[in-house]
């Protein structure tokens, strides 16, 4: 960890390797809707993301190096440990995304960065998805990056209530619902729990019926506005 770099094989998933490296102060940021239960290869071969990719880039952003096995049995390196690797053809890249179709890759070597001391995630609701989109549009004009951002309209806020109630109770009447979280230095007593919202949120958008800070250590994708959101996406839903 000393060199902030993983290396895996394929058939690691996706949020083990998250959670071992969180263990150690540590954070891999690529979050696929499936990190539960898809592996390192099938991100590779996919060039997985999720919605931190908003902040932190997609899984090409994250690969320092792999050891892949061309059809003819030859097997191969690209890149390696290094925060600096501009030399010749950037065969790492090529093979990122490529789906299976170039190589098979046998070892991958992702970079790190240090844990975030603290995780805020906030649900917004509003009259109108229009007022919703305007409002996730604002924030970025006011310079305000999130970690990750995704606007969730009645159908899907519907469905993921069927299947975990109370994930914002006062959306109950609303046309759509904007998620975001954010990485933080500051305590959480600065950010108290369905504390007021940030200006730089609901200043463009006075339709925003409510937003709920929450705030904490835990990942935002565990946190209840998150898993809200997969409830959405499971089936039967």
Not at 67 to 80: K, R, Y
Not at 167 to 189: D, K
């Amino acid at each position: 960890p000393g060199n902030l770099m993983a290396v895996v094989e394929p058939g690691v998933i996706t949020e083990v390797l998250q959670t071992e490296v969180e263990r150690l102060g540590l954070y891999y940021p690529p979050d696929p809707a499936s990190r539960g239960s898809c592996m390192m290869g099938g991100n590779i071969a996919e060039n997985a993301g999720g919605p931190h990719a908003v902040k932190y880039g997609v899984t090409k952003d994250w690969v320092a190096g792999l050891d892949a096995v061309l059809p003819d049995g030859s097997v191969f390196s690209t890149g390696g440990k290094l925060r600096k690797d501009v030399s010749g053809y950037n065969l790492t890249q090529l093979l990122v995304g490529s789906e299976g179709t170039l190589a098979i890759v046998t070892k991958i070597i992702v970079k790190l960065i240090p844990m975030p001391a603290q995780r805020r995630a906030l649900v917004a609701c509003f009259d109108s998805v229009e007022a919703g989109a305007k409002a996730v549009v604002a924030v970025f004009d006011k310079k305000v990056i999130p970690a990750a951002v995704e606007f969730m309209e009645e159908a899907a806020w519907r469905a993921a209530d069927r299947r975990a109630p109370g994930g914002c109770p006062s959306c109950s009447t609303a046309r759509g619902a904007a998620l975001a979280s954010s990485p933080g230095r500051s305590p959480c007593a600065a950010w108290p729990p369905d504390s007021t919202p940030s200006p730089s949120w609901t200043a463009p958008a006075t339709s925003a019926r409510t937003c709920r800070w929450r705030c904490g250590p835990a990942p935002p994708p565990t946190s209840v506005p998150w898993r809200w959101r997969a409830a959405s996406r499971s089936p039967g839903s």
